[in-house]
């Protein structure tokens, strides 16, 4: 019998990396939204990924960026939290911004992180030329010693593969951290979340970009075909409450309706949608929800 492995990786970048794109490629699914707009990931969102043998976990962390606000400051904390409880970090950075000064506060901030592997991919190669792409390379690896570089494109795919079969290798062995029949509900319950938190992130514009989170807490199957689907949409704060709702309801409506239009093209069959909206204040601290999906994070990453 051979031996399975399963692993925790993170994806550490300046936000517009493309960590987005990429864990999309990785899973092969829309896990992430993925917009022109910066800093739309902000919760630890994961897609599970199979490669012969191994599990693949994937943690989107938040861009890393110079935190400004109090809320910034918890972003780029859950950022470097996420990485931490990886057993893998990849930092991806852009190849045409080369080693920004953003990128070379996260090279700071690498060598806290111990003894996990950690690897540097080049993203956007489609955009820069060979030799700027080997001299950026050099550059990088001189200030840090990452355990291997790769050249990718993530919206193109090249290089994708290679990473991925390193990644395979690369997390411990053990057993998976996901049973197989829960790999297929898992992501669609993800995905539905991330549709509403994407409405919302339209909707509200510069409101509440990043305050908020979506969970879908309940998913059925109905004998019509249709199905039912439940989420949570949880703020930071009483008045963001009243913002998520908008008078008399209607924006919350607007959103479900949206996101509602978007699940039924998607899954193909009619879908009851019914949102909810909660307040809780330490969403982003909080690693209970990942407890729920049957995940156990290690403390301390505050
Ligand atoms: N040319 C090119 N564009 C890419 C590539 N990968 C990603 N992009 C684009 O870069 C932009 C940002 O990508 P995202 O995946 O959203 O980046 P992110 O790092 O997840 O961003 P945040 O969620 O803000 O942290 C998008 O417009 C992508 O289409 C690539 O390989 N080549």
Not at 1 to 20: C, H, Q, V, W, Y
Not at 193 to 203: D, I, N, P, V, Y
Request: proline share 3%.
């Amino acid at each position: 019998m051979s031996d399975t492995r399963a692993g925790f990786i993170a994806l550490i970048g300046e936000p517009n990396a493309g960590k987005s794109t990429l864990l999309n490629r990785m899973v092969g699914a829309k896990v992430s939204i993925v917009t022109h707009k910066v800093q739309t990931t902000r919760a630890r969102i994961r897609g599970v990924a199979m490669e012969g043998q191994s599990q693949l976990v994937f943690v989107d962390t938040p861009g890393l960026f110079q935190p400004r606000r109090r809320l910034d400051r918890a972003m780029v904390a859950a950022a470097w939290g996420g990485a931490a409880d990886a057993d893998v970090v990849v930092l991806m950075i852009e190849a045409h911004r080369g080693m920004s000064d953003g990128v070379k506060a996260i090279l700071d901030g690498l060598g806290d992180l111990g003894d996990r592997r950690i690897a540097l991919a080049i993203n956007k190669i489609d955009k820069v030329k060979s030799e700027t792409l080997l001299a950026l390379t050099q550059a990088m690896n001189e200030a840090f010693a990452f355990e291997k570089t790769f050249m990718i494109s993530a919206e193109k795919g090249h290089g994708c593969d290679t990473l991925r079969a390193w990644l395979a290798q690369a997390v411990p062995l053990g057993p998976w951290l996901y049973p197989e029949d829960q790999l297929s509900d898992l992501p669609m319950r993800m995905i539905a979340a991330e549709m509403t938190r994407e409405k919302l992130t339209l909707r509200l514009h510069q409101e509440l970009p990043y305050q908020l989170t979506v969970e879908t807490e309940n998913w059925e199957e109905r004998k019509d075909g249709s199905c039912k689907i439940d989420q949570l949409v949880y703020v930071m704060r009483d008045g963001h409450k009243g913002i998520v709702l908008g008078n008399k309801g209607e924006t919350i409506k607007a959103v479900g309706q949206a996101a509602r239009a978007e699940l039924e093209e998607f899954l193909g069959r009619k879908v009851h949608l019914f949102l909810q909206v909660k307040v809780r204040p330490n969403w982003l601290e909080e690693s209970e929800r990942y407890d729920e999906m049957g995940l156990n994070f290690k403390d301390g990453n505050s």
